[in-house]
């Protein structure tokens, strides 16, 4: 299971392409996708016209919806952060750190353009989609 985080979801919908949104347009279909609800909050929370908000909405509760919150995932999350912090890394924001703890834990992959994430990948075995 790929998730895509809204870093890549917000570039497609808006039509910026890069090979992240390339990735994601090929695997459309192809390659079983899922989002988590903070990524679904994410995305939909940036469209200001009504019209726009119900599409976005209604094309991404087409993929599978994941809880990624929870006792255990904000535990985790925050040993994550402290692991990281300890050898001198600081992550920016907490949605991330939740989103990655929750992947590593699944055993998915995430499909992102942010680079918040590299640090999950090099030292906690974040599977990243290339």
């Not at 300890?86 to 703890?101: E, P, V, Y």
Request: hydrophobic share 40%.
């Amino acid at each position: 299971m790929w998730i895509v985080d809204s870093s890549v979801w917000i570039d497609y919908f808006n039509g910026t392409r890069t090979p992240q949104t390339d990735i994601l347009d090929a695997a459309l279909g192809q390659q079983n996708i899922g989002l988590g609800d903070i990524i679904l909050c994410e995305v939909l929370q940036g469209y200001r016209s009504q019209r726009d908000f119900e599409a976005a909405r209604q094309s991404l509760l087409q993929f599978p919806i994941y809880l990624m919150g929870g006792t255990e995932i904000a535990i985790k999350s925050a040993e994550n952060f402290r692991i990281l912090r300890q050898q001198g890394i600081t992550i920016r924001k907490t949605i991330d750190c939740l989103i990655a703890t929750f992947v590593i834990e699944q055993g998915f992959s995430l499909l992102h353009n942010d680079r918040d994430f590299e640090p999950f990948e090099t030292h906690l075995g974040l599977m990243i989609v290339q």
